[in-house]
T-cell receptor
Framework: TQLLEQSPQFLSIQEGENLTVYCNSS?????LQWYRQEPGEGPVLLVT?????EVKKLKRLTFQFGDARKDSSLHITAAQPGDTGLYLC???????????FGQGTILTVHP | DSGVTQTPKHLITATGQRVTLRCSPR?????VYWYQQSLDQGLQFLIQ???????AKGNILERFSAQQFPDLHSELNLSSLELGDSALYFC?????????????FGPGTRLTVL
């Protein structure tokens, strides 16, 4: 099983602060996705990154895929209480059956 | 609303029993994925079906099985239940075979094994 290390596990910040969540592995992935999950609901896809070195922006969220396609980061600028939730990375290889989620980062943004 | 429906929403049963979880994918989606989410293991991929055929297997126990029917709905069967099987079970659907295609998750079924 491919291991996907996600950090930090918990993040509690004030509104307006910036934060970065990391997703790292020793394996190379064909692509990686970031999801956000709210209590009582299923995860919702935020972004898919495919190319090594790729950077994608979604409003205040910036996603980066490492050059070697082994790691990724999610950066949130000026966090808002509405950003509160569980953030998950999901990665897979070119072979089927190797879908792996990171352990998740529980983000709490205080007003 | 993702368009994916799962029933039942909650299920409480006893050890040793067997249960069936049902998932209806979004209209037109051919792929169905099953995931298990627990506090200690996080979110784990169990199995994927595409147009009625099993296409990928993750950390699915031998006591668990799944199938996808001609109308594309899917069922996850869990047997000889143990306390550790208590978890949230999600299904997700996507239009294509590739796992990196956008997956739409259902609201989940919370299984409690007593």
């Amino acid at each position: 099983t491919q291991l996907l290390e996600q950090s930090p596990q918990f993040l509690s910040i004030q509104e307006g602060e910036n934060l970065t969540v990391y997703c790292n592995s020793s394996s190379v992935f064909s692509s990686l996705q970031w999801y956000r999950q709210e209590p009582g609901e299923g995860p919702v896809l935020l972004v898919t990154v495919v190319t090594g070195g790729e950077v994608k922006k979604l409003k205040r969220l910036t996603f980066q895929f490492g050059d070697a396609r082994k790691d990724s980061s999610l950066h949130i600028t000026a966090a808002q209480p509405g950003d509160t939730g569980l953030y998950l990375c999901l990665a897979g290889g070119t072979s089927y059956g190797k879908l792996t989620f990171g352990q998740g980062t529980i983000l709490t943004v205080h007003p | 609303d993702s368009g994916v429906t799962q029933t039942p929403k909650h299920l409480i049963t006893a050890t040793g029993q067997r249960v069936t979880l049902r998932c209806s994918p979004r209209s037109g989606d051919l792929s169905v994925y099953w995931y298990q989410q627990s506090l200690d293991q996080g979110l784990q991929f169990l199995i994927q079906y595409y147009n009625g055929e099993e296409r990928a297997k993750g950390n699915i126990l031998e006591r668990f099985s799944a199938q996808q029917f001609p109308d594309l709905h899917s069922e996850l069967n869990l047997s000889s239940l143990e306390l550790g099987d208590s978890a949230l079970y999600f299904c997700a659907s996507s239009s294509r075979l590739s796992w990196s295609d956008t997956q739409y998750f259902g609201p989940g079924t919370r299984l409690t094994v007593l």
